[in-house]
């Protein structure tokens, strides 16, 4: 995601959008992790859900 924001904030911000409309319609759940300026983002379906700590 890093790599998509500064290369192409446009692209970055349609991915964005699309993971909230995916987040909205379907109550599945998108979450960022970062360590050491790498981006991982993890999307579980609504039947998997995601433990915080």
Known sequence: MSNLERDSPEEFKL?????KAFRDKTGG???LLCKN???IIIITPPEIK???K
Do not use: S, T
């Open 15 to 19: 991915a964005g959008e699309k993971l």
């Open 29 to 31: 759940e998108a979450i």
């Open 37 to 39: 300026g790498k981006n």
């Open 50 to 52: 995601l433990i915080r």
